[in-house]
């Protein structure tokens, strides 16, 4: 079984940001910790877990722009055999089509049964890579699965919809997009974070694609802070008239 | 940071969170250690860190056991205890002083954790004063029995092997000491547990006695006489996870302040816009910046093959004071909440517990005193070992 995972790396969702001078987007200083994007991570831990059920080897894809290279290794202390890794800071930036192309470009002659990524990046939250690569690859893709059973024919996947569990079947090949809940992602061992060091990470400058910005961010914000709230109290008509009047009266909502 | 060391701190603050910290609070209460922690180290690879893969262990630079050391402090000092007897005291003592045959036969399976190792040194009637030891062995063939009895031993009851010091000369001092690897099986050997300490208390602390046990002449560690300065070399380790501990400690001591006082509002507004209060923070962060920065200088020397030993007592002796504080000023900041524990309380009541101790084991307080005034007036000089920590070699 041949099991691609796209790897995308995060600022820890713990980061405090600052905006930059620009007013533009996040600063990207030392005080950002970067990490496997958590969503990612569910499909790292699913294609290893498929490697260690059925055999074969897992793959990792990452476009990047220079703070991946610690990443990609804890996925392969984790147990992820070999890396690809695009460096291109305008790739990375550029709109999401492009890097979906990218991607199929570096993914495509991988040949893979399985390709599995996150159901969504914490930093873009675009959902949209997934899907994409399997349009653009023309094969079936399964999203936001949060369980996950592989035999050599094929794939069982289910989907936690609103209110019910939707179960998916499918040949290979096929593109996989993973929820929460679909596995705990493993902490690396000692000795594998040692022997992750000299797994295969091949580098490249550029994926030969286009690259196209038509959506430039122009500004980054923080939430305006919540005031206070207003507490009220008393019996249930008490509370109802009370809200009433403040909704018409106060927030002018009614 | 390099890459590997960041990835082993995200790894082990992951696992120690997830599979230890929720345990922590009620085996404290319990006062019980519990013995599947083993399990879970030596299947993280925690019980051979910076052992060459040749022993059985990772491989990892020194200053990764500080690290792993500092995280597992950060839940609880017992769990890091097992770090600084196993890795520090004994494991990198053998590696240090060991012969090759003894490394295989005795390293190897610690560092892969197929065997947990403890240091045994302190007794009823020394301490401070190692050369006062009344355990003695007596050479008989191809043997020596050993008599006498082990204090305060973290894992006494636990650990399969003992590093173990005992006099083979009675009219001799310091120089009338030599190490000894036992073992749990060997005739003659038991062990019991303390109960109701201060702190460290889901961790296991004892004693144990030796009754004429047959230790075969091969399981000198050393050379006959060479026991103290193995010893001392053994808590140039054991005090360097000591304080990266401590460093672990303070830091949680720190977080838990800071959430506190940004909750608590007295005086219509958080404690901490009290500037009281951010003076206490303030210090708690003097001495972890402080602490952190002696850590890594003596993990540096120990990768560069430098001797560390001034450095690395100087780490300790800073690193668990500030502990101490730390946990103390957290305490007060949590006010009476601070002194609430156990599982439904704040951790704060137990780091500063934990906290105490450190300040006397692996060398107390006044003896680090006394050991940093010699050496700035110049009566302590650091001679040359026969056999010294081998510096770090990338793999
Ligand atoms: C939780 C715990 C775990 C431990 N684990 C181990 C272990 O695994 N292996 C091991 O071998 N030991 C272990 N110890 C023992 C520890 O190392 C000793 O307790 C320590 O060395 C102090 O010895 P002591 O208790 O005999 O105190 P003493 O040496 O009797 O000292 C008593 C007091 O006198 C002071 N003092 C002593 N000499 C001087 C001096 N010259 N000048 C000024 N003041 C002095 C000391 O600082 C101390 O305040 C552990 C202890 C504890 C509490």
Redesign the interface.
């Known amino acids: 079984m041949k099991v691609v995972t796209l790897l995308k790396v995060t600022p820890d969702t713990e980061t405090k940001f600052q905006i930059n001078s620009a007013g533009t987007d996040i600063a990207e200083d030392s005080s950002i910790e970067y990490?496997i994007g958590p969503y990612d991570e569910y499909g790292v831990e699913a294609a290893i877990q498929i490697k260690e059920k059925l055999g074969g080897e897992v793959i990792s894809v990452t476009i990047g722009s220079g703070n991946e290279?610690?990443s990609i290794?804890?996925a392969m202390?984790m147990g992820v055999d070999s890396g690809i890794l695009i460096n291109n800071a305008d790739l990375k930036s550029s709109d999401p089509l492009s890097i979906a192309k990218a991607i199929k470009e570096v993914v495509e002659p991988l040949n893979a049964d399985i390709i599995i990524c996150g159901k969504l990046a914490t930093d873009t939250s675009d959902s949209f890579i997934g899907p994409a690569l399997a349009a653009l690859m023309n094969i079936p893709v399964i999203s936001e699965i949060s369980s996950l059973e592989v035999t050599e024919e094929g794939v069982v996947a289910t989907r936690d919809a609103a209110g019910r569990k939707e179960r998916f079947e499918s040949k290979f090949p096929v593109i996989l997009t993973a929820d929460k809940g679909l596995n705990e992602p493993r902490?690396?061992?000692?000795?594998?974070?040692?022997k992750?060091?000299k797994k295969p990470l091949d580098k490249k400058d550029t994926a030969g694609t286009e690259i196209r910005k038509n959506v430039t961010q122009v500004k980054a914000e923080f939430p305006a802070t919540k005031s206070a709230g207003k507490k009220i109290t008393g019996t249930p008509d008490e509370l109802v008239s009370e809200l009433v009047t403040g909704l018409t009266t106060k927030e002018k909502i009614l | 940071m390099s890459d590997d060391q960041k990835i082993l701190r995200e790894s082990v603050r992951d696992f120690a969170a997830s599979e230890l910290a929720p345990n922590i609070p009620s085996l404290d209460v319990k006062q019980e250690f519990d013995k599947s922690t083993l399990t879970k180290f030596a299947d993280q690879g925690l019980l051979g860190v910076s052992i060459p893969e040749k022993y059985g262990g990772s491989g990892m630079d020194y200053i990764s056991t500080a690290i792993v050391s500092e995280e597992l402090e950060y839940v609880d000092a017992a769990l890091r205890v097992i770090i600084s007897v196993h890795n520090g005291l004994n494991s990198m003592g053998l590696l240090q002083w060991a012969s090759e045959e003894q490394k295989q036969k005795w390293l190897k399976p610690q560092a892969e954790g197929k065997r947990i190792a403890t240091f045994g040194l302190t007794e009823p009637n020394a301490g401070s004063d190692v050369a006062a030891l009344e355990t003695h062995a007596k050479e008989d063939g191809d043997f020596y029995i050993l008599n006498g009895s082990k204090m305060w031993i973290s894992l006494a009851d636990v650990a399969d092997n003992f590093l173990v010091f005992a006099k083979t000369d009675m009219s001799k001092g310091s120089r009338g000491i030599t190490a000894f690897h036992v073992e749990r099986e060997m005739k003659g050997f038991s062990s019991g547990t303390i109960h109701d300490k201060l702190g460290v208390r889901s961790g296991n602390t004892g004693h144990m006695t030796f009754d004429n046990i047959e230790v075969p002449k091969e399981n000198m560690i050393g050379e006959l006489g060479e026991g103290f300065k193995i010893a001392m070399s053994c808590l140039d380790n054991g005090r360097f996870t000591v304080a990266a501990g401590a460093l672990g400690c303070a830091k949680a001591s720190r977080d838990a302040a800071v959430k506190y006082a940004h909750e608590r509002k007295t005086f219509g507004k958080e404690i901490g816009q009290h500037q009281l209060v951010q003076r206490l923070l303030a210090n708690m962060q003097q001495g972890i910046d402080t602490a952190e920065l002696l850590i890594w200088k003596a993990g540096w020397m120990k990768n560069m093959g430098i001797r560390n030993t001034r450095e690395t007592a100087m780490a300790k002796w800073v690193a668990t004071n500030v502990a101490s504080q730390s946990a103390d000023d957290a305490i007060q900041i949590h006010g009476g909440m601070g002194i609430a524990g156990g599982p439904d309380g704040y951790p704060v009541e137990r780091f500063w517990r934990n906290a105490r101790a450190a300040r006397i084991y692996e060398g107390s307080d006044q003896i680090q005193e006394i050991m940093q005034g010699q050496y700035a007036m110049g009566y302590r000089q650091d001679k040359p070992l026969r056999k010294e920590l081998p510096k770090w070699v990338p793999s």
Do not use: F, N
């Open positions: 990490i290279e610690k290794r804890k202390a902490y690396p061992k000692l000795p594998m974070i040692m992750a060091k």
